[in-house]
């Protein structure tokens, strides 16, 4: 059983567990420290730190402390059998190459599966006023973003109404979509298609992963961040990354990696968590802030003089 292989930080993200890293409340290089969920502990606030290379924990302040199988019983109230099945299941393990063999079998063995099958029956190539007028209103180019992302259009009446349908690739095959509502008041403005009825979910996927290169990428938010940053830029599907995502990242040798989330103070802690999360990569990773809004609300010429910073190219 390899205790060092386990995610602490993308478990904490999967369960919502409140978390700090270096640099808040005080805690360590090396460290993330929680509240302690040991009931004899009579102030919890940020005392118990799990070194992210020994995975041992010690609450500084009751005193309690061991690996992190016993951490993880007490979090789950569970026994040693559930604690190592968790421990299993974020281990590092080569995700990625596993998803791929299992979407070029279904394909080969179902050769009926589609993008016309897959995405919503309603869901047509042609864009009507509204739908080609978001787009324009948010400073992309129509004729281009719908040929090159694949994107449908869905009309005024069913369970996708007012949407932009986006395709979702994995391996160069679509396995899944979201959806973009095009008015404000339509909420979710994502609302992203049941894993039940997708090939792989889509939180099992970074969204244009199939379209960067080898040794860089830059890290966002949503679907719009990447259709304004262009190539070489990933989506995550909002700030909580979960441990697939991380492995799928981890299937790559990158030499950069670029993170670049949205404005806002819990997206910017987000940013930072998940830099320090890939740090076991051993490569160059920035945490990109930006003053005001999203990637997706940048202009073009500012889109264009970032790529050339970090060496994206036009």
């Known amino acids: ?6 995610d602490v930080i993308s478990y904490f993200e999967d369960k919502q567990y409140d978390y700090h890293t270096a ?4 805690v360590t ?21 799990i070194n992210l290379e020994s995975l041992l924990f010690n609450c500084y302040n009751c005193g309690n402390k061991g690996n992190i199988l016993s951490l993880i019983q007490e979090i789950e109230k569970c ?42 029956k309603q869901a047509c190539d042609n864009f009507d006023k509204k739908h080609l007028n978001y787009l324009k209103n948010r400073g992309f180019n129509p004729v281009q973003l719908i040929s090159k992302y694949k994107l449908k259009m869905y009309g005024s009446i069913g369970k996708w109404k007012f949407r932009i349908i986006i395709p979702v690739f994995f391996n160069r095959q679509i396995v899944t979509f979201t959806s973009r509502s095009i008015i404000d008041s339509i909420e979710p403005k994502y609302k992203h298609q049941f894993d039940n009825k997708s090939i792989i979910p889509i939180k099992d996927t970074l969204y244009n992963f199939d379209n960067i290169p080898r040794d860089k990428v830059i890290i966002t938010e949503g679907v719009t961040d990447v259709w304004k940053l262009g190539n070489g830029a990933i989506a995550t599907y909002g700030y909580n990354v979960g441990k697939n995502q ?11 990696i670029f993170i670049i989330f949205d404005s806002e103070d819990k997206a910017k ?23 005001c809004g999203d990637p997706g609300d940048m202009d073009f010429d500012s889109v264009l003089k970032l790529r050339k910073e970090l060496n994206f190219g036009s």
């Not at 991380?246 to 950069?256: A, E, P, T, Y």
Request: aromatic share 12%.
């Open 269 to 291: 802690k987000r940013a930072i968590s998940l830099a320090n999360n890939l740090g076991s990569f051993h490569c160059n990773i920035e945490q990109i802030d930006l003053s």
């Open 29 to 49: 290089n090396g460290w993330v420290n929680i509240e302690c969920p040991f009931p004899n502990c009579y102030d919890p606030s940020w005392h118990c730190g």
């Open 1 to 6: 059983m390899q205790i060092e292989n386990f």
């Open 246 to 256: 991380i492995d799928i990242l981890k299937s790559r040798n990158f030499k950069d």
């Open 79 to 120: 026994g040693f059998g559930k604690a190592k099945s968790i421990l299993k299941l974020y281990s590092n393990t080569d995700f990625y190459r596993s998803k791929q063999l299992e979407v070029r079998s279904l394909y080969k063995m179902n050769r009926d599966i589609s993008i016309h099958n897959i995405l919503p």
């Open 23 to 26: 640099g808040e409340k005080n």
